[in-house]
Structures are given as C-alpha cells and as structure tokens.
T-cell receptor
Framework: SQQGEEDPQALSIQEGENATMNCSYKTSINNLQWYRQNSGRGLVHLILIRSNEREKHSGRLRVTLDTSKKSSSLLITASRAADTASYFCATDAFSGSRLTFGEGTQLTVNP | EPEVTQTPSHQVTQMGQEVILRCVPISNHLYFYWYRQILGQKVEFLVSFYNNEISEKSEIFDDQFSVERPDGSNFTLKIRSTKLEDSAMYFC?????????FGPGTRLTVL
C-alpha cells in the first residue's frame, strides 16, 4: 500500500498568500513529519506531529493531523519566494522505524 | 547546531565498481538510516541501523549493499558492484527518537 500521498502535486501561488498541502496515508502511524527539499538538495526537517496530537505550530507553519481520516495538512502562511521547494510528508510506524515518504508537492511562490 | 554530514557530495563510478558512501551522524543519536532518491522520484528507505546491527531493511537493500559503523562516528554504505540503476541521491539520516535529520546527500552517478 502506498503511504503518504500528497496533494496537490504542484501548487503555484503569489508571495504573501497562504499555501496548503495535504497528505494522506493508509496504515497506522506513530509520527508524521514534514520535510522541505530544494531542487537537488537535501531534506530539511520542518515539523513532527505525533499520532496523539491534532495540531502543531512552528513559526509560519501549521500542521494538522486527523488520524480518523488518515490525513495531515501543512499550512505555510504569508509565503515567500524562498519557500519555493518540494514538500514531503513522511510517516513512521514506531519510534526509530523507517520513514515512508509521499510523492511530494512542488510549491512555487511567485514574487 | 549539530548536523549530519556526508562525503563525497558527488561520486561518479563505472558500472561494476564498488563505492563507499560515508556519513557522520549527529553525535548523540542512536538510530542511523540510509535512503535514496532516484531523480524525479520519491525518497525510498534502504536500511536502518541500531545498536550496531541492522534493524530494518527494504527489498532494495539486497546482497550488493552493506552498512558499517566502523568507529564511534562514521556510518558507511557500501555498494559492491554498482549498476546503472543505482544512480541516485543517497541520504543518510539519524535520530534519537522521532525526528530524523538528514544529511545533504551524495549524488551517485553510475556510467
């Protein structure tokens, strides 16, 4: 089964707008994490939300988790051109286990 | 801020040659991982390592692959006889529990 499917696959917005990306998964999880990847570069950890949490904030980021729907969303508020990147969700089954990544959302923020 | 480092950043090799990719995880971390990302595709798990042994491996991690933690700081991935399809970005990650922090990656090109 495929874990961590993001939608949309691509999102283009204007600077200052909010960007919302969604992630769905199929099996039970322990944690869900969001990562950013600039083209051809490494993965930058953004935020982790545990299965018993419903919402988490970090700066301009807001993550929600709905375990009943097996879905999560990442909201970036007041986007900047520098936020242009691919965003991935990744889930694990228990602490220390592998991460299973989704296909990612390519976000373009136009200045 | 501590970070995961990887060397080399780029490696070009001939098909059939052995390569060793090196990683220095964050010093107090206990879990170590290798992932790969073929160009344009999602990140795939290869192997995890805990307490000096492999704790999980994927179907990709066949007999051509091996991992070692030769000393207290380095973590290596060896590919014994490279194939064209091994061309990818290889990421090392480490964690205490929960958040996995990724290195910048090694781009492996097999000719």
């Amino acid at each position: 089964s495929q874990q961590g499917e993001e939608d949309p696959q691509a999102l283009s917005i204007q600077e200052g707008e909010n960007a919302t990306m969604n992630c769905s998964y199929k099996t039970s999880i322990n944690n869900l994490q969001w990562y950013r990847q600039n083209s051809g570069r490494g993965l930058v950890h953004l935020i982790l939300i545990r299965s018993n949490e419903r919402e988490k904030h970090s700066g301009r980021l807001r993550v929600t988790l709905d375990t009943s729907k097996k879905s999560s969303s990442l909201l970036i508020t007041a986007s900047r051109a520098a936020d242009t990147a691919s965003y991935f969700c990744a889930t694990d089954a228990f602490s220390g286990s592998r991460l299973t990544f989704g296909e990612g959302t390519q976000l373009t923020v136009n200045p | 801020e501590p970070e995961v480092t990887q060397t080399p950043s780029h490696q070009v090799t001939q098909m059939g040659q052995e390569v060793i990719l090196r990683c220095v995880p964050i010093s107090n971390h206990l879990y170590f991982y290798w992932y790969r990302q073929i160009l344009g595709q999602k990140v795939e798990f290869l192997v995890s390592f805990y307490n000096n042994e492999i704790s999980e491996k994927s179907e990709i991690f066949d007999d051509q692959f091996s991992v070692e933690r030769p000393d207290g700081s380095n973590f290596t991935l060896k590919i014994r006889s490279t194939k064209l399809e091994d061309s990818a970005m290889y990421f090392c990650a480490s964690s205490v529990t929960g958040e996995q922090f990724f290195g910048p990656g090694t781009r492996l090109t097999v000719l």
